[in-house]
């Protein structure tokens, strides 16, 4: 019969046991762990096929590398993998205006433009709370230029950063409107690119060219003294206001074929809400490509903006 030593003896040794099965289970794991990441690394570095590179991205957004037995000191961070998804795909589609560049002596990445200096750079930061996603940031700034959630294939522009960053911080003391125009037309090609590719829902806001896009106004019962301005600033470049044809508002030509409106666009019945136009024959003329070629337009908008900003997703955008 054993004795109460031996009894201690096995159970001890049994303990020990399991303690290293549960350590080696640990380190599996935490390797298998970090073998599917390079796996999903491969696919979103290689890969051509763009629903590969979608779904790779979606789970590197997400994935948490350490374990309680594994760690690795050097990693990328999560927003980090929606900036090498961005110019992936903006690569798949010759497109290389956004430089993917990292930080010295740490794996942290972020998007420069050859078009803008270098004390502008770009960035995305993940929203934590419960609605996902994350926003493209201009980092000296802090301007959101627009919010994207890759499962939901979702992607909204903010008029308020473009003309804070684009107009105010860039036009306005400087830069000119081609190095402008070509980071614009890289981040509207990634927008075009989100939803040819993957049917994403895009807003894009400001941005928009085609003819039956309606601008909303942050001021739904705008004030007819602001409209009354534009009257007077349009004589002075020698410009005619007309009344809108399509309602109670004015219309403006600037020129040839392209014409600005600004109207109630309220349904018969309905409260006010006010709205911009903008149409030409070939539908390549948005709102903002009006702020950046005509200066009288530009200042009347900025002078008035508590009004007449463009309004953004509320969902996204406070």
Same mark, same amino acid.
């Given at each position: 019969?054993?004795?109460?030593?031996?009894?201690?003896?096995?159970?001890?040794?049994?303990?020990?046991?399991?303690?290293?099965?549960?350590?080696?289970?640990?380190?599996?794991?935490?390797?298998?762990?970090?073998?599917?990441?390079?796996?999903?690394?491969?696919?979103?570095?290689?890969?051509?096929?763009?629903?590969?590179?979608?779904?790779?991205?979606?789970?590197?957004?997400?994935?948490?590398?350490?374990?309680?037995?594994?760690?690795?000191?050097?990693?990328?961070?999560?927003?980090?993998?929606?900036?090498?998804?961005?110019?992936?795909?903006?690569?798949?589609?010759?497109?290389?205006?956004?430089?993917?560049?990292?930080?010295?002596?740490?794996?942290?990445?972020?998007?420069?433009?050859?078009?803008?200096?270098?004390?502008?750079?770009?960035?995305?930061?993940?929203?934590?709370?419960?609605?996902?996603?994350?926003?493209?940031?201009?980092?000296?700034?802090?301007?959101?230029?627009?919010?994207?959630?890759?499962?939901?294939?979702?992607?909204?522009?903010?008029?308020?950063?473009?003309?804070?960053?684009?107009?105010?911080?860039?036009?306005?003391?400087?830069?000119?409107?081609?190095?402008?125009?070509?980071?614009?037309?890289?981040?509207? %090609?990634?927008?075009?690119?989100?939803?040819?590719?993957?049917?994403?829902?895009?807003?894009?806001?400001?941005?928009?060219?085609?003819?039956?896009? %309606?601008?909303?106004?942050?001021?739904?019962?705008?004030?007819?003294?602001?409209?009354? %301005?534009?009257?007077?600033?349009?004589? %002075?470049?020698?410009?005619?206001?007309?009344?809108?044809?399509?309602?109670?508002?004015?219309?403006?030509?600037?020129?040839?074929?392209?014409?600005?409106?600004?109207?109630?666009?309220?349904?018969?019945?309905?409260?006010?809400? !006010?709205?911009?136009?903008?149409?030409?024959?070939?539908?390549?003329?948005? !709102?903002?490509?009006?702020?950046?070629?005509?200066?009288?337009?530009?200042? !009347?908008?900025?002078?008035?903006?508590?009004?007449?900003?463009?309004?953004?997703?509320?969902?996204?955008?406070?």
């Amino acid at each position: 019969m054993a004795n109460n030593t031996d009894k201690q003896m096995d159970t001890a040794t049994l303990s020990t046991h399991g303690k290293l099965s549960t350590f080696n289970e640990g380190l599996k794991k935490g390797l298998a762990n970090g073998e599917k990441f390079t796996a999903l690394m491969d696919q979103l570095i290689d890969t051509t096929d763009g629903e590969t590179l979608l779904a790779a991205a979606q789970q590197l957004a997400d994935f948490k590398l350490d374990t309680a037995y594994v760690t690795f000191p050097h990693q990328y961070q999560n927003a980090d993998y929606y900036l090498i998804f961005m110019s992936r795909l903006l690569g798949m589609h010759g497109d290389e205006q956004a430089v993917l560049n990292s930080q010295r002596h740490t794996e942290a990445l972020y998007h420069v433009y050859g078009a803008l200096t270098d004390d502008y750079t770009f960035l995305y930061q993940v929203v934590n709370n419960g609605n996902g996603g994350a926003y493209y940031r201009e980092q000296t700034t802090g301007e959101n230029l627009f919010y994207i959630h890759l499962e939901r294939r979702l992607l909204r522009f903010n008029s308020s950063a473009f003309t804070n960053l684009f107009i105010n911080k860039l036009l306005l003391k400087g830069t000119g409107v081609d190095q402008i125009n070509t980071v614009l037309a890289t981040l509207i %090609k990634f927008g075009h690119c989100l939803q040819d590719d993957f049917g994403f829902n895009v807003d894009f806001n400001i941005l928009d060219v085609a003819n039956a896009a %309606k601008y909303e106004l942050r001021s739904a019962n705008l004030d007819r003294a602001i409209v009354d %301005k534009l009257f007077v600033s349009a004589a %002075k470049n020698e410009h005619m206001l007309r009344n809108s044809q399509q309602g109670h508002g004015a219309q403006i030509e600037l020129r040839a074929g392209l014409t600005v409106d600004i109207f109630d666009a309220a349904e018969a019945g309905g409260s006010q809400q !006010w709205v911009l136009t903008v149409h030409d024959p070939d539908q390549a003329v948005s !709102w903002f490509d009006v702020l950046l070629h005509f200066g009288f337009m530009r200042d !009347w908008y900025l002078e008035n903006i508590d009004s007449l900003e463009i309004k953004a997703d509320p969902l996204v955008f406070a």
